[in-house]
């Protein structure tokens, strides 16, 4: 069975940078063809992508953040880490790890999301 | 960026109507590349239909999808009690993208 769970601040400042972590089990980001990305909710609103990682540590990001976004592996701890820099208040959202696979066009499953609140 | 229209924003029947949602690219999109996400208050989105018209485990036959290049509907049959939620497409060229979701709700 595959899960993922989202940890992180609840609450930035802006300007900080926001540091997320997806903490998974029942796959390896090891195995040829996996990845994870992340996708964010603001609240009452749609779903956004923004980054995808890969076994081969290929790395994907949305292009209108993509300036502000790092997104890392660490196998041994089944753990992917996404980085947002400059936060801002529109930057309040949902954010949600998903499992994918290369040859898949969709993500399945999903973290249960973590809530992150940009304000001073 | 190919965007994602869905219609309507929202959608009230009744248990045991039938559900029509639909999702129009703004460029042609391949089947394969097109899914069904639903998605119930403080929850994650569950998939329910991947290249267009395949279910995903567990998801149960009154949900079905179709289309091709740039319009794709998902249908539920018959409502069910629990099937009232928010339900979004997404498509994954380039960069996977989302619509701004339908909501189906109780009548």
């Known amino acids: 069975q595959i899960t993922l769970k989202e940890s992180g601040p609840t609450l930035v400042k802006p300007t900080q940078t926001l540091t997320l972590t997806c903490t998974f089990s029942g796959f390896s980001l090891s195995t040829s063809g996996v990845g994870v990305g992340w996708i964010r909710q603001p609240p009452g609103k749609a779903l956004e992508w923004l980054a995808l990682i890969y076994w081969d540590d290929d790395k994907r990001y949305s292009p209108s953040l993509k300036s502000r976004l790092t997104i890392t592996k660490d196998t041994s701890k089944n753990q992917v880490v996404l980085t947002m820099t400059n936060m801002d208040p529109v930057d309040t959202a949902t954010y949600y790890c998903?499992?994918?696979?290369?040859?898949?066009?969709?993500?399945?499953?999903w973290g249960q999301g973590t809530l992150v609140t940009v304000s001073s | 960026e190919i965007v994602l229209t869905q219609s309507p924003g929202t959608l009230s029947l009744s248990p045991g109507e039938r559900a029509t949602l639909s999702c129009r690219a703004s460029q042609s999109v391949s089947s394969s590349y097109l899914a069904w996400y639903q998605q119930k208050p403080g929850q994650a989105p569950r998939l329910l239909i991947y290249?267009?018209?395949s279910r995903a485990t567990g998801i149960p036959d009154r949900f079905s999808g179709s289309g091709s290049g740039t319009d794709f509907t998902l249908t539920i049959s018959r409502l069910e009690p629990e099937d009232f939620a928010v339900y979004y497409c997404?498509?994954?060229?380039?960069?996977?993208?989302f619509g701004q979701g339908t909501k189906v709700e109780i009548k």
């Open positions: 998903a499992h994918r696979l290369l040859w898949w066009n969709w993500f399945d499953p």
């Open positions: 290249g267009a018209s």
């Open positions: 997404q498509q994954y060229g380039s960069s996977p993208t």
